[in-house]
């Protein structure tokens, strides 16, 4: 009887164990393990019946815990404020995409417009004939300097050029000069028209192009010249129209005297015009000025502009000077510009 006795303590002490170990499972009493019938050989049996219901009731919990736990998920996804973050998220990126297509159908048509204007100017350019001419009696030297030691009086010597107006003219009736920068592409025919939007999406040609023309400002009598006559020219990276006249920034064009001088031929004369500043800027309005009441004023107005110069030209100005200004973009977003300025120094009426 006191085996018996021992035999039941020490199988409640292991049960007991047991129900501690799995603290989800309410523990077995005493009481319950009393009433068990108990066999001699079956105490191995009762524990590992035991241990198999903690398992199932474990499993069971877990099971229930993960349910619970894909059912709050599937809540969260299925929430509207999911949805909409989805709607916005899809939103954002067909606008990508698309911004993605638009960006290279515009490169496309930059790079062909390139494409056309680079044939239209080296047609044009074998078409006319442009040739150098030299100096004749009833040429005009204008506003000559006292210093006979000024390169004024070495750059006058250099040819003009003369260019046969009667083929471009029909091409183009709004034809109204050619112009030409020594060490950059600029050997171009001039139009100008009743505004100054036309030929920044219009090749010489008529066609539409972004590339556009080289053109004078609408304002300005390119017959006689104002005070500032203004040039324009779109910067392209193709380096066609004003594209390389970010060259004359370059210390190595300064260097060479003879790219100082600026060659213009109109319909009724010839003309040398002398750089004295060359310069970046902001986009402004300022050295658009073309015409001044006083000459005072237009001197302070050409001095100012001499003083923004990157290099140091030897020039003298005078309040009855006649600038000619070019213009043209500093970067592709158009947040910039470069400016040349020249004053006119010799002009010969043509034939």
């Not at 809540?75 to 973050?85: E, Q």
């Not at 203004?230 to 064009?253: A, C, D, E, Q, V």
């Not at 030209?313 to 910039?336: Q, R």
Request: aromatic content about 8%; hydrophobic content about 35%.
């Amino acid at each position: 009887k006191i085996l018996r006795e021992i035999r039941k303590k020490s199988i409640e002490e292991k049960i007991e164990k047991i129900v501690a170990k799995n603290i989800d499972i309410v523990p077995v009493s005493s009481e319950t393990v009393k009433h068990a019938p108990l066999k001699k050989e079956g105490k191995k049996d009762n524990i590992s019946e035991l241990n198999t219901n903690v398992n199932k009731s474990k499993k069971a919990k877990i099971k229930s815990a993960k349910k619970k736990e894909t059912s709050t998920e599937e809540t969260k996804l299925n929430s509207p404020k999911k949805k909409k973050l989805d709607r916005i998220s899809i939103v954002v990126l067909v606008v990508s995409i698309l911004l993605i297509i638009l960006a290279i159908v515009l490169l496309i048509n930059w790079l062909l417009d390139d494409v056309k204007t680079n044939t239209i100017a080296k047609t044009i350019a074998k078409e006319p004939d442009v040739v150098q001419v030299a100096s004749e009696e009833k040429a005009e030297i204008v506003n000559p300097p006292v210093d006979k030691n000024n390169d004024y009086w070495n750059y006058i010597k250099m040819p003009l050029i003369n260019v046969n107006f009667d083929e471009l003219l029909e091409k183009n009736k709004q034809t109204v000069g050619w112009i030409q920068v020594n060490n950059t592409n600029i050997n171009y025919p001039l139009v100008q028209t009743s505004n100054n939007e036309d030929y920044l999406h219009k090749a010489f040609d008529g066609t539409a192009n972004q590339a556009g023309w080289v053109f004078a400002d609408y304002r300005n009598n390119m017959k006689d010249f104002d005070n500032n006559t203004i040039i324009y020219g779109h910067s392209r990276l193709n380096k066609t129209m004003f594209g390389s006249l970010l060259n004359i920034l370059n210390p190595s064009w300064f260097n060479n005297k003879e790219n100082h001088i600026i060659k213009l031929s109109t319909p009724a004369e010839n003309t040398l015009w002398q750089v004295f500043s060359v310069y970046k800027t902001p986009v402004e309005s300022y050295y658009l000025t073309t015409s001044f009441l006083y000459e005072t004023n237009f001197l302070k107005f050409a001095n100012t502009l001499k003083s923004r110069s990157v290099h140091p030209f030897n020039s003298e100005l005078v309040g009855t000077d006649k600038l000619l200004t070019l213009s043209t973009c500093s970067d592709v977003a158009g947040t910039g510009r470069v400016v040349v300025h020249a004053k006119l120094i010799k002009r010969q009426p043509r034939v």
